[in-house]
T-cell receptor, first 110, second 114 residues
Framework: QQQVKQSPQSLIVQKGGISIINCAYE??????FPWYQQFPGKGPALLIA?????SEKKEGRFTISFNKSAKQFSLHIMDSQPGDSATYFC?????????FGDGTTLTVKP | DTGVSQDPRHKITKRGQNVTFRCDPI?????LYWYRQTLGQGPEFLTY????????KSRLLSDRFSAERPKGSFSTLEIQRTEQGDSAMYLC????????????FGPGTRLTVT
């Protein structure tokens, strides 16, 4: 069963804080793990992605941590800003086909 | 051409009518995907194309749904005899097929079936 479980469903952090969103998967055939940011009424926008042979990837304030043995990966948003308030989706790809988590609604309070 | 475009952005139709959506991918991308997203959920895979060939269809895609990519460029998704359960955001994405799995999404078409 191809499934990606994402938590938490919603998250509230203070400006300047660290936002952490977690995902877990079962299918070991997944070979690419992106994170998307989505604002209301818009399509998902690719934020950052990682391959399973890498344990961490950092781009600006966004970091993915990947634990292949535990089949878990997480998104860390450092110095969270009100403009980061959005819904975040993790995804896992198998031969290009994406399976998405159910999303995390992030609210960053000023 | 700076991204994936979709048309229309919004469509309201009555139950039983047919609707067609269009997606124009990023010009050099040869893979094109269709997803459906309902409120509070992540996108669900429907189908994808490599150039003009439709390589996979989800079991979610009933016989009322058909997708084409006749010249390997733009794609259309048609829903026949729409039902209220078809109301959703229909998203298109594109990617290069070799060496990259980065998928870039369009803004989506919001379908409301009344």
């Amino acid at each position: 069963q191809q499934q990606v479980k994402q938590s938490p469903q919603s998250l509230i952090v203070q400006k300047g804080g660290i936002s952490i969103i977690n995902c877990a998967y079962e299918n070991t055939a997944f070979d690419y793990f992106p994170w998307y940011q989505q604002f209301p009424g818009k399509g998902p926008a690719l934020l950052i992605a990682i391959r399973p042979d890498v344990s961490e990837k950092k781009e600006g304030r966004f970091t993915i941590s990947f634990n292949k043995s535990a089949k878990q990966f997480s998104l860390h948003i450092m110095d969270s800003q009100p403009g980061d308030s959005a819904t975040y989706f993790c995804a896992a790809l198998d031969r290009g086909k994406s399976t998405f988590g159910d999303g995390t609604t992030l609210t960053v309070k000023p | 051409d700076t991204g994936v475009s979709q048309d229309p952005r919004h469509k309201i139709t009555k139950r039983g009518q047919n609707v067609t959506f269009r997606c124009d991918p990023i010009s050099e991308h040869n893979r094109l995907y269709w997803y459906r997203q309902t409120l509070g959920q992540g996108p669900e895979f429907l189908t994808y194309f490599q150039n003009e060939a439709q390589l996979e269809k989800s079991r979610l895609l009933s016989d009322r749904f058909s997708a084409e990519r006749p010249k390997g460029s733009f794609s259309t998704l048609e829903i026949q005899r729409t039902e209220q359960g078809d109301s959703a955001m229909y998203l298109c994405a594109s990617s290069l097929s070799q060496g990259s799995h980065e998928q870039y999404f369009g803004p989506g078409t919001r379908l409301t079936v009344t």
